[in-house]
């Protein structure tokens, strides 16, 4: 199948176009980047939005996706969804049971789950994931969800990808959010205490409001009102955009399991994306991600460059004797190489 | 400090020295590469090993390595020690208490912890962790520890820059060993079953060892004599080399709390060692490890250079009304940047 013929069928919108280009993409095949700079040409014009899910391992995040792919596909909307496993392959094991029990939602034509493998991702997880993403928006998805396990650096690259985070936390994440470094806390725009019928859910809920208000510089944030289980249980969080312009991320409860709170969750969204037109940042954002998409390419092209040159591996193979007896380091070489390279051939 | 000063405080062994040396390479500071290239310079000659622990959260890798150090301190050597957690900041949590509790071992001026941060680790966490094994290494200890959580690709290539990997399990790893990837099970040179005393240690064990027999191509490789609850207690693994030169990684039983098995996995170690020197490939892999590093020390300066080159953010941002309303894609703008840098200054 060429490029051109995948590019029709995602017009067609034929699964089997998408599935080909996917794999295409994921494991940087030729053409992959032409196929994309098509699908380019077709984003930012159906109103697609892309939503991340992080969170610990058993926070219950595919239950939730479960759940908002119900709630978007009563809307009438067609999701697509990207399942990212960087941690280990311990959970990975998870994901793909979790990828077997979401299967009855995939025979539905309007909806699409594919879990990514995270080998081979040259230029980086979140890059290739958000183009993936892409090829979800030019299928003709108006909701693509970002499902990602763990939140360390590259979960949250991952998640920085969708224009709404969602980060999902249930009672027993370990000790409490002390654990969370800084940069996932302020990831999320929409906190969810999941499992919200289990003991300590309540007490997490205040960690977190607390978290959020000393992150706003006000350290009771109008915690009060929501300490009682009733707030907890029903899952009512607030979500206005206050003062200045800024968006006072909700804590939500909800009990995915048996679908509580995920109507709650599904307005957060849409008050968060409204926040987002409204404020400007939606299409700053949008710019924003461009310009890291085109670094990230140009790393990529760099890299494929220094690879294709032959001269760089031939000096390295003739300087690797006196690197191993430590008559130059390898940093020497490398400064040697690029320098080679660079005065060497300017086509 | 100058890197001249930090060169010798580690000649003259002062932790000071080593400390700080340590943040300039995690931290990638002005000179740290200079750092390097003297440190290097000093390696290899005072038979130094390196050895990788790795293994999913909850393995017991911790109490391992404190009895590690314990073993190798009674036989008078120095041990350094680098822990990494490339995977959460929820388990990040766990690591941090894990460094406490070592806190007693550190008192002892042979031997230093250090925790890794992952963030801004450019050219890779593997890379940044080796060098930092490197000033380990320079300082004079004779046996360097690292410990990374979780068995993703990043921990792969972080447990790789050892000379020996030890790969540690316990019965409640999730699903068993189905759920690892191939990978995982390649890097590691001895297998352990920690908390070797719970229920399911036996069927792990010999699940791993039916799973190396497959590898090799025979599906029984002498399980049966290892079967008995007795041999799982002992922790009596074999390891020897087999016909060609190949290493027969052993599976160990240990009950890392209690010190079981942890003078076998010592020995084990030495084992393995004299198995790399007698093959050759401790030279061998010492070289491809040194061209490795410097691959990406190159790909390190080649992003430096890159992103000081002003002319590839000016047109990047040219561009990028283009970009973003789809007459351009990313991928068309990073090759004309690359193509304007290659020919533009060849100095």
Redesign the interface.
């Known amino acids: 199948m060429s490029i051109e013929h995948i590019v029709e069928g995602l017009e067609r919108r034929e699964p089997a176009a998408l599935a080909r280009a996917i794999s295409l993409v994921e494991n940087q095949r030729d053409g992959f980047?032409?196929l994309?700079?098509h699908v380019?040409?077709?984003?930012?014009?159906g109103g697609t939005r892309r939503i991340g899910i992080t969170g610990?391992p058993g926070a219950g995040k595919s239950t939730l996706t479960e759940r908002l792919i119900q709630q978007f596909r009563a809307q009438g909307l067609g999701v697509g969804v990207v399942a990212v496993d960087?941690?280990?392959?311990?959970?990975?094991?998870?994901l793909l049971g979790d990828r077997i029990r979401m299967e009855s939602a995939s025979l539905d034509p309007r909806v699409f789950i594919r879990s990514m493998a995270?080998?081979g991702a040259h230029g980086g997880l979140a890059t290739t994931t958000a183009e993936v993403a892409d090829l979800l928006e030019a299928f003709g998805f108006e909701r693509v969800l970002i499902e990602t396990v763990?939140?360390?650096?590259?979960?949250l690259d991952v998640a920085r990808t969708a224009e709404s985070t969602v980060l999902a936390l249930v009672p027993e994440?370990?000790?409490g959010i002390?654990?969370?470094?800084a940069g996932?806390m302020e990831i999320a725009d929409i906190y969810v205490i999941n499992k919200s019928d289990r003991p300590g859910a309540d007490k997490l809920r205040q960690e977190v409001e607390v978290m959020l208000g000393i992150r706003r510089g006000n350290a009771f944030r109008h915690v009060a009102p929501h300490h009682t289980p009733e707030a907890v249980k029903g899952g009512r969080g607030r979500s206005r955009a206050v003062e200045g312009g800024e968006w006072d991320p909700p804590v939500l409860a909800t009990i995915a399991s048996q679908g509580d709170g995920v109507a709650e969750l599904v307005a957060a969204l849409d008050r968060h994306y409204l926040h987002l037109q409204q404020s400007g940042k939606l299409?700053a954002r949008?710019?924003q991600r461009?310009?890291e998409?085109?670094?990230?390419?140009?790393?990529?092209?760099?890299?494929q460059?220094?690879a294709e040159d032959t001269r760089?591996e031939e000096l390295?193979a003739r300087?690797?004797d006196e690197?191993?007896d430590?008559?130059r380091?390898?940093?020497?070489?490398?400064?040697e190489?690029?320098d080679q390279v660079?005065?060497g051939a300017?086509?």
Chains 1, 2 share one sequence.
């Open positions: 980047e032409r994309l700079s380019h040409a077709r984003l930012g014009q610990p960087p941690t280990s392959p311990f959970t990975g094991g998870a995270t080998r763990g939140v360390g650096q590259t979960e994440s370990g000790d002390q654990t969370l470094k996932v299409v949008r710019r461009l310009a998409r085109t670094r990230a390419a140009l790393a990529r092209a760099v890299h460059w220094i760089a390295l300087r690797l690197v191993a430590g008559r380091s390898p940093y020497d070489v490398a400064a190489i690029l660079r005065t300017p086509r």
